[in-house]
């Protein structure tokens, strides 16, 4: 293993690929929407993760285990290590984009409690393997030390690329080291329950430069699939243990572990050449989105198995839609971008940005969704400030869960968001995500850089000035999001119509050089797939990335949100002036729930309810909301 200390932030760096990644160093998110939930992450919420595992115990399992007060003070469930490695890795990548010392002091303050707990051949985990535990490996579907590991290496990765090769970095390739000779060639043919340590492993031995590493990973990815898992009440779909990856062609079971088993094989694909493998997740990939992914992103409809349902089995009311799966998509699909370098992956990552990942912290960060609903039936109920609460039962965002891979997963993604947001080829800076801020970029003939100014989501207009340029032409791209038809580009005072895709301008550019690009940010009406059984007679409403709600607490005339149908038009006055005329239904107390005749008539006045973005609600108190909004009788169901 080389002592190479990699100074550029990245959570992922393929050796090969369409597109080259940059790290946080080189994109830099200074103002606006994203801004401030970073902001937000620095200031709560990796503390409040921080706190939550020291009170509940979950920190305290190491303490324990060097103690020997194990398996008696043992606290949490058996995954409890990987949201302290996945705080860690927060810890790791904020320390490196701000620097901050105190955050630097707490994080080695946690490498001096678990490091000792780490065995002589490399075996760390709180939760088997002593005198009154579980054997280790004793229980592959559900014991979770091979996810924990993954966790571990992920949380290294961050710190050795943001700090340097240190011993934390250290104990990460020991724990490496002891799963490759124990589940390498010769060695334990199994695979772990959830997947997350194919991945893992990868980025580590692309940042060690071991070999060993990648091969195990590949192992693992390639061992699933052939039945090494019980057969369980969900099958082994639920675990991605039922077909071999190379022969699926949709994500299915578990949705977590489905999107982190498609970003490890994509790893794989492109370390090992394997094109079949890249193309089967690809395909995977394409299905998925095309039958089993709501509007806002989220991936899981079943609430049994946190899972996938069936083509085109998307109920709002049931949606799981896991945060955690979201951040999943977030990752499967930023590998397959930089894999290929199609924007449509760029296109996905912005939807779940938006209406996932922002979506679970409250504005405080003290809180989560740990399930994303399309629809609130009822009031949801308020949680105990100081209670852990059940992850799916939680109506509002909560604390703190029982199971919370949630809330540590959004503060490792945010504090690393910046490096999802722009990429480069040989001789061009592609930006695909936007925020005010700053992109450079090693191309092959020197260094770009431009500054980035924008109000984004609020406004479509993206003004882009060079502030580092070279004596030869080379290539500005932008993403124009699929949604985005009429976008324009400026360039040198003339405008010029864009498709969505990739707009591109190729120049020699002087510092000072401006390109603006134009997105038109007007509310758009929505219509669902026609085999959606369950949103027949419904639609929904976007403006630019953001998917739009309906909540009670804005339209104080009604109980709850179910009594209103579309009967009018959009009028769109600014991001937070959106409104759509709207007729209410009573909702009658009924001894029998079906009748025949005509549907429920509704009031013959129209009224502008306001619309705001999804990813707000549950904020201002107990509410119901909705997602999709049934049409009312009289309303034609074409979209304007």
Known sequence: MTNEVHTTALPVQPSRGALRPIGMADAVIADGFWAQLQSLNASAMIRHCEDWMERLGWIGNFDAAVEGRLPEARRGREFSDSDVFKLMEAMAWEIGRTGDEDLDARFEALVDR???????????????????????????????????????????????????????????????????????????????????????????????????????????????????????????????????????????????????????????????????????????????????????????????????????????????????????????????????????????????????????????????????????????????????????????????????????????????????????????????QYATGSVRAELDAGPVAVDVETDYPDGGEVAFTVTETLDTPWTLAMRVPAWAEGATLTVAGAAERVNPGLATVTESFEVGDTVVLSLPMRTRMTLPDVRMDALRGQVAFERGPLVLCVESVDVPSIDVVDQLRVAGGIRDEGATQVTVGMRTIALPDRAWPFESGNAASASADTVDVPLRPYHQWGNRGSSTMRVWIPLDADVATEAP
């Open 114 to 432: 678990i490091l000792p707990v780490q065995e002589e051949d490399g075996y760390l985990n709180t939760r088997f393997g002593r005198p009154g535990q579980q054997p280790r490996y004793s229980n592959f579907e559900w014991g979770h030390e091979l996810y924990c590991f993954g966790h571990l290496f992920q949380a290294a990765v961050a710190r050795a690329r943001t700090t340097g090769h240190d011993r934390f970095v250290a104990m990460a390739c020991r724990a490496a080291d002891h799963v490759c000779d124990t589940f390498g060639e010769g060695g334990l043919q199994a695979v772990g329950g959830h997947a997350e340590i194919e991945p893992a492993l990868v980025e580590l031995g692309r940042l060690t430069g071991e070999q060993r590493y990648l091969d195990q990973a590949r192992l693992f990815v390639h061992r699933r699939g052939h039945g090494l898992l019980e057969d369980i009440e969900f099958g082994r779909a639920y675990y991605q243990d039922d077909e071999p990856i190379h022969e699926s062609t949709v994500l299915r079971g578990h949705a977590v572990r489905a999107t982190y088993l498609a970003a490890g094989a994509v790893d794989v694909a492109i370390e090992s050449g394997d094109d079949l493998l890249l193309g089967a997740v690809q395909q995977q990939m394409a299905t998925t989105l095309a039958r089993r992914t709501y509007i806002t992103g989220g991936m899981g409809a079943h609430h049994e198995g946190e899972s996938f349902g069936s083509d085109f089995e998307l109920p709002s009311d049931r949606a799981y839609a896991e945060t955690c799966a979201g951040i999943g998509s977030i990752m499967a699909n930023y590998r397959l971008l930089l894999a290929t370098g199609d924007v449509r992956y760029a296109d996905v990552i912005e939807r779940t940005l938006f209406n996932v990942l922002a979506t679970s912290p409250g504005e405080d960060g003290r809180s989560f969704f740990y399930a994303n609903t399309l629809h609130q039936r009822e009031p949801g109920v308020v949680p105990e400030p100081d209670a852990v609460s059940p992850r799916a039962a939680a109506s509002m965002r909560a604390p703190w869960f029982a199971v919370s891979c949630c809330p540590t997963n959004v503060a490792r993604t945010v504090a690393s968001l910046s490096s999802y947001f722009a990429a480069s080829t040989v001789d061009a800076l592609h930006i695909y």
